[in-house]
T-cell receptor, first 114, second 110 residues
Framework: DTAVSQTPKYLVTQMGNDKSIKCEQN?????MYWYKQDSKKFLKIMFS???????INETVPNRFSPKSPDKAHLNLHINSLELGDSAVYFC?????????????FGPGTRLTVL | GIQVEQSPPDLILQEGANSTLRCNFS?????LQWFHQNPWGQLINLFY???GTKQNGRLSATTVATERYSLLYISSSQTTDSGVYFC????????????FGKGTLLTVNP
């Protein structure tokens, strides 16, 4: 009965490759997010989607393309991976977009680019 | 821009000790959350607390929104409390997103 799940948990790949990370939530929430945690453990928003519509894109390179096929899924595709993309990527969801909405996080995907 | 400052950055305790972690934020708050990132990297929701006081077992939190700070209290600490504690706030406006502090690294020694 996992609330927010991500696959894969670990991803090791070469520079220049294209990879995807999948996220699913079974909480019935309308809003989903991607956050990036860098090597210093700093967490920063990348994208948010509300009812499959892109709401926030925090000046993320266009090599990163989120896709939301339905409200329960938000996938992250990364083209032409670079060394600096190595990080832990967290998916999150909240009931809706607006005040008084608690966000719930997935287990994270540790991406290592060699 | 929005700033979330946490203190102390690092804290080392002996098992059984109590501690207080602080979070100062620069703007009025719609949403304030405390998280524990355990040594395995999982982000665990501790409290959703835009105002007031909440308690959950040995942990409690208080947010004084008018003075723009929140406190997380850990009593009778255990080694499993080790990890990084983050506070994050959402100030609303046209976009809702959590802005995180840099965290407090807590080490509880046996």
């Amino acid at each position: 009965d996992t609330a927010v799940s991500q696959t894969p948990k670990y991803l090791v790949t070469q520079m220049g490759n294209d990879k995807s990370i999948k996220c699913e939530q079974n909480l019935g929430h309308d809003t989903m997010y991607w956050y990036k945690q860098d090597s210093k453990k700093f967490l920063k928003i990348m994208f948010s989607y509300n009812n499959k519509e892109l709401i926030i894109n925090e000046t993320v390179p266009n090599r990163f393309s989120p896709k939301s096929p339905d409200k329960a899924h938000l996938n992250l595709h990364i083209n032409s991976l670079e060394l600096g993309d190595s990080a832990v990527y967290f998916c999150a969801s909240s009931p809706r977009m607006g005040p008084a909405n608690e966000q719930f996080f997935g287990p994270g995907t540790r991406l290592t680019v060699l | 821009g929005i700033q979330v400052e946490q203190s102390p950055p690092d804290l080392i305790l002996q098992e059984g000790a109590n501690s207080t972690l602080r979070c100062n934020f620069s703007d009025s708050v719609n949403n304030l959350q405390w998280f524990h990132q355990n040594p395995w990297g999982q982000l665990i929701n501790l409290f959703y607390i835009p105002s007031g006081t909440k308690q959950n077992g040995r942990l409690s939190a208080t947010t004084v929104a008018t003075e723009r700070y929140s406190l997380l209290y850990i009593s009778s600490s255990q080694t499993t409390d080790s990890g990084v504690y983050f506070c994050a706030e959402d100030v609303g406006g046209s976009n809702y997103k959590l802005t995180f502090g840099k965290g407090t690294l807590l080490t509880v020694n046996p």
